[in-house]
């Protein structure tokens, strides 16, 4: 059974940073392409990043070029979401997501498992 377990999500002021992690059981980990979604009240999934399997290939939204980092550990099945400079617009639930193969979709439709979110929130 697979399943992905997101942390690290909080409370945050304007200009802050948070790390959240998210970990794989029940597939082989460096099979799968990892993303990052989120997801504002009352509006639509958002793509926020991705990640190869290997981890050399990644991809951002425009809104979170130069802030957030997507990373990830193999070994430990585990893909990581650094974000600094936070801003209140980054206020929102954060998925992770997995689908095996080597393409990075930045479309969440393609991906074929899911967390079950972390709570962001920043203040200004």
């Known amino acids: 059974q697979v399943q992905l377990v997101e942390s690290g999500g909080g409370f945050a002021h304007t200009g802050d940073s948070l790390r959240l992690s998210c970990v794989a059981s029940g597939v082989t980990f460096f099979d799968y392409a990892m993303a990052w979604f989120r997801q504002a009240p009352g509006k639509e999934r958002e793509f926020v990043a991705c990640?190869?399997?290997?981890?050399?290939?990644?991809n951002y939204t425009d809104s979170v070029k130069g802030r957030f980092t997507i990373s990830r550990d193999n070994a430990k099945n585990t893909v990581y979401l650094q974000m600094n400079s936070l801003k209140p617009d980054d206020t929102a639930v954060y998925f992770c997501a997995g689908v095996r193969g080597y393409e990075v979709p930045t479309f969440h439709t393609a991906y074929d498992y899911w967390g079950q979110g972390t709570l962001v929130t920043v203040s200004s």
């Open positions: 990640i190869r399997f290997s981890g050399r290939g990644t």
